[in-house]
């Protein structure tokens, strides 16, 4: 099975077990070519697991709070509110990129390891 998001990007999708040497289980290589760009959507989501690492969590506190003031009646608490929202959502956003390109580098990363254990054995 593949995710829709995966099918979705279109192009050629290569799924090829690799050599069963130590285990009796194969590993999986999947190659895709000719991706299109996912659409991008316009309704964003708050990546809560962010919150876990402490460094992140500082930096969306410091995005909600930034540099207004907080305001002294109830009138301006609307688009005082709607200011921290953007920001800490704009500061999440950014954050979770850097997650996912973190995460994606050290997957290419294990599979050259694994590539190059291959060729050895």
Not at 87 to 115: D, H, V, Y
């Amino acid at each position: 099975m593949i995710s829709q998001a995966v099918e979705e990007r279109g192009g050629r999708i290569e799924v090829a077990a690799s050599m069963r040497k130590l285990t009796d289980h194969s590993p999986l290589s999947i190659k895709i070519w000719g991706c299109h760009d996912t659409p991008k959507s316009t309704s964003g989501y708050f990546e809560v697991s962010l919150l876990s690492d402490e460094r992140k969590k500082k930096d969306m506190l410091e995005a909600w709070i930034g540099d207004a003031p907080l305001p002294t009646n109830d009138q301006d608490w609307a688009p005082w509110l709607e200011a921290a929202t953007n920001r800490a959502t704009q500061c999440n956003r950014r954050l979770s990129k850097e997650k996912k390109r973190a995460q994606g580098t050290q997957i290419r990363s294990c599979t050259k390891k694994i590539q190059l254990v291959e060729i050895q054995l």
